[in-house]
């Protein structure tokens, strides 16, 4: 088939940079390339124009300039939460609570921590994706010294409770980190009234560059270095600054969080059109998920009796960019451990789709997918031994 047209729904793996965003980072390349921490005047304007992003930042959570921290992405500012809070407070305890269903920058690190004398309990979730609250309460022992939790899940779009869960861990005193990194941009946050005390973010999930994130860092959490050298980022992040990465990640930040709930609208609009027309066309079909606490470009369906792998192939061919899960997995054979955490057997978690909208997203692209989606998972179908088998059977 020959490819006519690019329609992009993973905008879940990674966004455009936006133009105004590159235009912003565009003199930070050439012409204003100083080092952010020299101390001669050209030096000093970039280090003024690091802190004016270090302000966009925090603006745009609800944080205090003097709380964020600049990285080279969501898996450096997960890794350097739950290693350093793990590493300073130690003496304290050595239990963490997570998740079953958070990305691998998580689920990873607290792995490495278990081979390294620490305890993790993993918490289940409902056929939802969403955590008992209860059952986090139960979890917590007197050697519990952090929680990290996702803000909303990268595959099935599930937002989590994350003020009830701020509040539980206030109140037994016990840090909280949350991976932030597919909510900033989706979600309005405020790491103060929803009580986090770590959060991690990365640009290129809002429309700005890749390879920068930050981490906020609540004041007066101690906190371990995960990174050692110079003196940067007030000596708890070494390394030269990535200047125009900073610049780009602030304006990105800025323009993702203005308007957010009229941005959000449109696109849960197209979502629910593009969700509803799936529905009714393909039948033997399930949403993974919560139907309504979810992100509002996220849509995850499975599509039982077909492999996810083969459907990607040929949307591909018809120039449409999609997902099986994470990005960051989806060279792996092995089905989403998100999916399979939400109680979906092997062979219809092979089956899932993720499809992501965003600012690439038009009308005509919905038009398109339920034109085209429908004649592929058929197709599919009819290749299917156990498609087959099914439909004998429903027919004696």
């Known amino acids: 088939m020959e490819q006519k047209r690019l329609i992009y729904m993973d905008h879940a793996a990674t966004t455009y940079t936006k133009p105004e965003v590159v235009e912003t980072m565009m003199p930070f390349f050439t012409e204003q390339f100083g080092n952010a921490s020299s101390v001669y005047t050209f030096g000093r304007k970039s280090k003024a124009a690091v802190e004016t992003a270090r302000e966009q930042v925090a603006k745009a959570i609800g944080a205090k300039s003097d709380e964020i921290y600049f990285v080279n992405g969501g898996s450096e500012a997960d890794n350097w939460a739950i290693k350093g809070i793990a590493w300073a407070h130690r003496d304290k305890g050595n239990h963490i609570i997570t998740t079953k269903i958070e990305h691998h920058a998580v689920l990873h690190v607290c792995e490495y921590l278990e081979n390294n004398g620490f305890e993790v309990t993993y918490l289940s979730v409902d056929e939802n994706g969403l955590i008992d609250l209860d059952e986090l309460k139960r979890a917590i022992t007197d050697k519990t010294i952090l929680i990290t939790i996702m803000f909303a899940n990268n595959e099935i779009g599930t937002i989590q409770p994350i003020a009830e869960i701020g509040k539980i861990a206030r109140e037994r005193g016990i840090i909280f980190h949350t991976d932030a990194v597919q909510a900033v941009g989706n979600v309005a946050i405020d790491v103060e009234k929803m009580n986090i005390d770590l959060l991690s973010l990365a640009g290129h999930k809002f429309y700005g560059p890749k390879g920068i994130g930050a981490l906020y860092i609540r004041k007066g959490i101690k906190i371990e270095n995960l990174i050692h050298g110079g003196g940067q980022e007030r000596r708890r ?119 992501s909208l965003g600012d690439l997203t038009t009308e005509e692209d919905i038009d398109y997918v339920l034109e085209v989606l429908p004649k592929i998972v058929q197709r599919l179908r009819e290749m299917s031994p156990l498609y087959e088998d099914f439909i004998k059977k429903g027919e004696n």
């Open 237 to 355: 992040r070494a390394g030269t600054e990535n200047l125009p990465g900073i610049v780009g990640l602030g304006k990105a930040i800025e323009m993702a969080t203005e308007n957010l709930e009229e941005h959000n609208e449109k696109i849960r609009k197209m979502r629910d059109r593009l969700l509803n027309g799936i529905m009714e066309k393909i039948p033997y079909t399930k949403l993974n998920g919560h139907p309504e606490k979810r992100l509002p470009g996220n849509i995850n369906v499975s599509f039982k009796f077909i492999e996810g792998e083969s459907l990607l192939l040929m949307l591909d061919q018809l120039g449409i960019c999609a997902s099986t899960g994470s990005a960051c997995s989806s060279g792996s054979l092995d089905p989403s451990h998100v999916l399979l955490a939400i109680g979906l057997p092997h062979e219809i978690a092979h089956g899932s789709l993720r499809l």
